[in-house]
């Protein structure tokens, strides 16, 4: 459902570079061109991932990309965490939620790969990687990014189908973390064709100089690509696909450290527990993934369990969550639909303590997706309902309406 003659806001910084090179070089420029020849070989263009320079032989690379996301909500933004969130007086919002600099290509060969990410509204560094990829079979990646743990946060957010992740994302994403990890994929295209990730990580969290204590997080996950395709991690089947691709994921996770939850910001506790001492959590997930996308519709679905034990009290806690997601683009079946319109709705279930039978949260949202130029340039209107239930007689619901612009350039 991608338009590129649609991408009114890179096409105008295309033009604008077009026109520049023009003055400078004395002679019109070939319409036919997406790169301009550089001295000594160097290509300059401008692509999916922003403006780049590259060298004829395509041993070195750079990519510069600047991505915004723009966003109105009412009468609050974040999830709600606690019965009292719905309580809070109503707001309007208006806000740059993100601004994010990108910086990526390779060097000294094309499988020599190199990628950091920059968070302009908060001044945080929250990528910077490399990875060594000779070979689909076998990979090496070293640095800080997001954990390949769970499909919904791996997602990047200027590729998400709805305006934010679901209500499960915050008490069971791994984020980033620095580390190293060997990933790869066997049997392409066969019945038996798998996507592996297994990975060593400080398991401090985003940005973290220091490890409280000697343990380590470790981390694997198995994907099989059943249809004998690799579905990429992004929501929307915007390409309106021919053929299926689709993959059930199996991921466990084991931690010990002073957090039991992370974010962007980086090590943290879930509601209701207290900040922790080296060592003092020892936190255990496993999920079960699926995810579809074929002619224009789309599905994902995670189901995850997470043990917190503390080790200073003998406590022990049992979390879990679910979510679906389904999209779909009407125009595949209805010719007077347009086609940059997309539908989709979720529904997220959390239960913070599984020995309280009646804990339970839900989300239930609606998004409208309008895609000028597939994810990088793209408006999408989102209505959320949650419903928060402590014990039978404790119980708070309330609504949530957010407008999101979000481009890249």
């Known amino acids: 459902m991608s338009h590129p003659e649609r991408c009114l806001i890179p096409a105008l910084l295309v033009l604008l570079q077009t026109l520049a090179a023009t003055a400078s070089a004395g002679h019109p420029p070939s319409p036919d061109s997406a790169d301009t020849p550089g001295p000594d070989g160097v290509t300059i263009g401008y692509g999916d991932k922003g403006f780049e320079l590259a060298t004829a032989n395509g041993d070195y690379r750079l990519q510069i990309q600047s991505r915004f996301q723009f966003r109105y909500a009412t009468p609050y933004d974040t999830d709600p965490i606690t019965l009292s969130d719905f309580d809070k007086e109503a707001q309007n919002i208006f806000r740059v939620n993100r601004a994010r600099l990108k910086v990526g290509g390779n060097a000294f060969a094309p499988w020599v790969k190199y990628f950091w990410e920059y968070e302009l509204a908060a001044s945080n560094l929250l990528d910077f990687r490399l990875m060594l990829e000779p070979s689909p079979y076998l990979r090496l990646k070293v640095g800080q990014w997001k954990a390949h743990f769970n499909r919904e946060r791996v997602i990047s957010s200027g590729q998400q189908q709805m305006a934010d992740r679901s209500l499960i994302n915050r008490p069971f994403t791994i984020d980033r973390q620095q580390g ?116 224009g519709f789309s599905w994902q679905h995670e189901s995850h369990w997470k043990e917190v034990r503390d080790h200073a009290s003998g406590a022990v806690t049992t979390l879990a969550g679910n979510y679906i997601q389904l999209g779909y683009f009407f125009a595949t079946i209805l010719e007077w639909v347009p086609p940059e319109l997309e539908v989709a709705f979720r529904h997220a279930l959390y239960t913070p303590d599984l020995r309280q039978e009646e804990n339970l949260e839900h989300e239930y949202s609606l998004a409208v997706n309008w895609f000028f130029c597939d994810h990088r340039n793209k408006l999408t209107a989102e209505f959320g309902f949650f419903d928060f239930q402590r014990t039978i007689e404790e119980q708070k619901d309330g609504g949530r309406f957010r407008l999101q612009w979000d481009t890249s350039l």
């Open 180 to 295: 190293v990890s060997l990933y790869g994929r066997i049997a392409l295209g066969g019945a038996a064709d798998f996507s592996y990730w297994l990975s060593v990580l400080m398991g401090a969290g985003r940005g973290a100089r220091t490890n409280d204590d000697n343990h380590l997080m470790y981390l694997a996950r198995l994907q099989w690509n059943f249809l004998g395709r690799e579905l990429g991690f992004q929501g929307s089947d915007t390409k309106s696909r021919e053929q299926a691709a689709g993959l059930v994921a199996l991921a466990a996770v084991t931690n010990r450290s002073p957090y039991t939850r992370f974010s962007q910001d980086g090590g943290g506790q879930l509601d209701g527990f207290a900040p922790g001492s080296a060592g003092q959590y020892r936190v255990q997930q496993a999920l079960v993934e699926t995810a579809l996308m074929v002619r």
